[in-house]
C-alpha cells in the first residue's frame, strides 16, 4: 500500500471556485475508481492551501489508475482545464505506511475533523527509527508514514487535534534534525 499526499496552492479569492469545482466535476467524475481518498483538509493563510491523501495498492497501481484518469473525456474536458487556470502551484509527495489506524486498517477514512500533520526530517538511515519510536510511543494517531517521494528521511504523522502533542526531543539517537506542524481544517469533500 503506498499514499499520495496532494498539495495545491491557491489564491485565496479563487479557492471557492476551485474547491466547487473539484466536488461538484472532479469528485463525481473519478470516485473512488482511480484511488481512494483517505481525507481533504486545507490551510488558509495568505494563499489558500488545499491537501488531499490517496490511497493505492503500490506505485504500479498509481500510475496505472493515474492513467486511466487521464484517458476519461470529461476529466479532460470538464474538469483539468478549469482546476489548471484555479492552481497556482502543486506538490506530490509519495508516503510509505509505518503505522497508525490508517496502516492497521485499509478502508480507514479520516473524516470531516480538524486534523495535525506532523513533518519530521531526519538524518540519513533515521526515518524508520523515528517512526517506530513515534508508534510505540503514541497509540492514537491516525497515520504515520515514510517518505518515498521526494524525500526518504522524513516521516509523517496525522493526528486529531485533541491528542497530546507528539512527544519528541531532537537528540542523536533518533536522530531527528527538524519537526514542522500544520494545523489542518477539514476540507471541501
Not at 473539484?22 to 475508481?33: A, E, K, L
Not at 481533504?40 to 503500490?58: D, P, V
Not at 487521464?70 to 502543486?90: H, I, R, T, Y
Request: hydrophobic residues 40%; proline residues 6%.
Amino acid at each position: 500500500m503506498i499514499y499520495e499526499l496532494r498539495e495545491y496552492t491557491l489564491d485565496p479569492g479563487r479557492a471557492p471556485i476551485y474547491f466547487e469545482l473539484f466536488t461538484q466535476v472532479g469528485m463525481p467524475i473519478r470516485g473512488h475508481d482511480y484511488g481512494r481518498l483517505v481525507g481533504n483538509w486545507t490551510i488558509m493563510g495568505e494563499r489558500t492551501r488545499f491537501l488531499h491523501l490517496w490511497q493505492y495498492q503500490s506505485l504500479g497501481d498509481r500510475v496505472e489508475k493515474r492513467g486511466q484518469l487521464g484517458a476519461v473525456a470529461s476529466w479532460k474536458s470538464d474538469f483539468l482545464p478549469l482546476a489548471a487556470a484555479n492552481v497556482e502551484s502543486q506538490h506530490l509527495t509519495i508516503l510509505n505506511p509505518a503505522g497508525g489506524h490508517i496502516a492497521a486498517d485499509v478502508h480507514y477514512c479520516i473524516g470531516a475533523h480538524n486534523k495535525t500533520l506532523h513533518r519530521f526530517s531526519c538524518r540519513l538511515g533515521c526515518a524508520v527509527q523515528v517512526a517506530q519510536h513515534l508508534q510505540a510511543n503514541n497509540q492514537d494517531l491516525d497515520g504515520i508514514w515514510i517518505g518515498e517521494l521526494p524525500d526518504p528521511n522524513q516521516v509523517w504523522v496525522l493526528a486529531t487535534d485533541s491528542i497530546a502533542p507528539i512527544a519528541w526531543r531532537n537528540h542523536p539517537a533518533l536522530g531527528i534534525l527538524s519537526h514542522n506542524v500544520q494545523q489542518l481544517a477539514p476540507g471541501p469533500y
